[in-house]
């Protein structure tokens, strides 16, 4: 059997080889590393997949988060919430921006902001809400965009965990999850669904005044060269990431299909343990596993994990400290309005999730979770 990872990306690599050093090759030879045709290319080809107008392409996903909060011109002391059961960049740009960052609960079954705990947490400072998509899988967007609109708020979706997954209203219409809110973010770090080969990121929106103000943002707040018109940063998606982007792009959706078959797998495997809660599938977002996060309820998740390390399997706790805990963003709070997120903390474990996995190594990761629960 191949030596189990939490996440293989030299497997899908070695399948794509040839054409992606090709790729890379033929942007040095060209030595447009910065802002090259590569660049334009994926973005328009993006853009095509996202469905949106506009895609501008950034470092990484946390800078596309904080510059998606710059474009909306927002002033110190506004508000802005989030989940409180996320990884800390939706947070740290808040901080960073000198904005209050408001944390909410998690619904416990689809581990996205609890709606209604949301609309409890909306003030007369409230700005903006950041859903995260979290482990794959839309927040209820519909919902949110109800709620937005009812109190005139800005949505920021943090699509970096679940690029490709569909969000269906009930009208019937659906959305590719990152289009849907004013803004939509999201990373192409290694292991996310569409990964680069180093740090990578983007800015979705349909708004033709945000885009070009995010254009410039991104550029020094430059609209015509060396004539600053506002504090911006340097955040560029570079020339080779963007080559090997376009590259597997195109592959997403099989991508996806494939840790929705690894899913599957996990799924059947757990179904009807009085101890294990697999991950629901939302009833109107497709879900493209990012990762794949079972709740164990016996008290002993950290053991079973201890337990997998033995077999040399790899297994991840995303995430162990509620971000209102956290020293940086500690923020005052009556656990009783985080019942789901605590609960979840002491909970989860996530089991390797990847393209790459085979069936074999899956038999070997279920019996092995199954022969720790049942012994
Ligand atoms: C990965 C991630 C980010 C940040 O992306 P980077 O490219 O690593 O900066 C932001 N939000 C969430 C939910 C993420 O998973």
């Known amino acids: 059997m191949r030596k189990i990872q939490m996440v293989d990306l ?6 794509i080889k040839s054409e992606v050093d090709n790729a890379i090759l033929n942007v040095v ?3 447009a590393f910065i802002n090259g045709p590569e660049v334009k290319s994926f973005q328009n080809e993006l853009e095509n997949y996202q469905g949106v ?3 501008i392409p950034c ?5 596309a988060l904080q510059i998606a909060l710059m474009a909306l011109d927002l002033k110190e002391g506004d508000e802005v919430i989030t989940a409180d059961f996320t990884f800390a960049a939706t947070v740290e740009v808040i901080h960073l921006l000198k904005l209050k960052a408001v944390l909410v609960d998690v619904d416990y079954d689809t581990f996205t902001i609890d709606t209604e705990k949301l609309k409890a947490a909306i003030t007369e400072k409230t700005k903006a809400i950041i859903p995260v998509h979290l482990f794959g899988q839309c927040a209820n967007m519909e919902e949110i965009l109800k709620i937005a609109k009812t109190h005139n708020l800005y949505v920021v979706e943090d699509n970096a965990q679940a690029i490709g997954a569909d969000f269906t209203f009930s009208d019937g219409t659906s959305k590719k999850s990152g289009s849907m ?6 990373s192409f770090f290694p292991s996310k669904n569409l990964g680069c080969y180093g740090d990578g990121g983007a800015i979705f929106t349909n708004d033709d005044e945000l885009a070009h103000k995010i254009r410039g ?3 020094h707040g430059m609209y015509e060269r060396y004539y600053h018109d506002e504090v911006g940063v340097n955040s560029r998606l570079d020339s080779i990431q963007a080559t090997v982007l376009r590259k597997k792009l195109p592959l997403l959706d099989s991508y996806n299909d494939a840790r929705r078959k690894a899913a599957d797998f996990y799924d059947e495997a757990f179904a009807n ?3 294990i809660l697999t991950p629901k599938r939302a009833a109107n977002s497709t879900h493209v596993f990012h990762q794949y996060t079972l709740r164990i309820l016996n008290g002993k998740r950290n053991e079973l994990r201890d337990f997998l390390a033995e077999k040399e399997i790899p297994a991840m706790i995303y995430y162990p400290v509620a971000l209102r805990k956290q020293k940086a963003y500690y923020q005052e709070s009556n656990d009783a309005d985080f019942a789901n997120t605590d609960k979840l903390l002491n909970e989860v474990i996530s089991l390797p999730m990847h393209t790459e996995l085979d069936d074999e190594q899956l038999k070997c990761i279920t019996d092995s979770v199954l022969e720790f629960m049942n012994r």
């Open 10 to 15: 030299q497997s899908q690599y070695y399948k």
């Open 29 to 31: 030879d060209s030595a």
């Open 53 to 55: 107008n506009h895609v």
């Open 59 to 63: 470092a990484n996903g946390t800078d």
């Open 181 to 186: 809110g004013i803004i939509g973010t999201t």
């Open 217 to 219: 943002i991104v550029n």
């Open 273 to 275: 343990h009085p101890q």
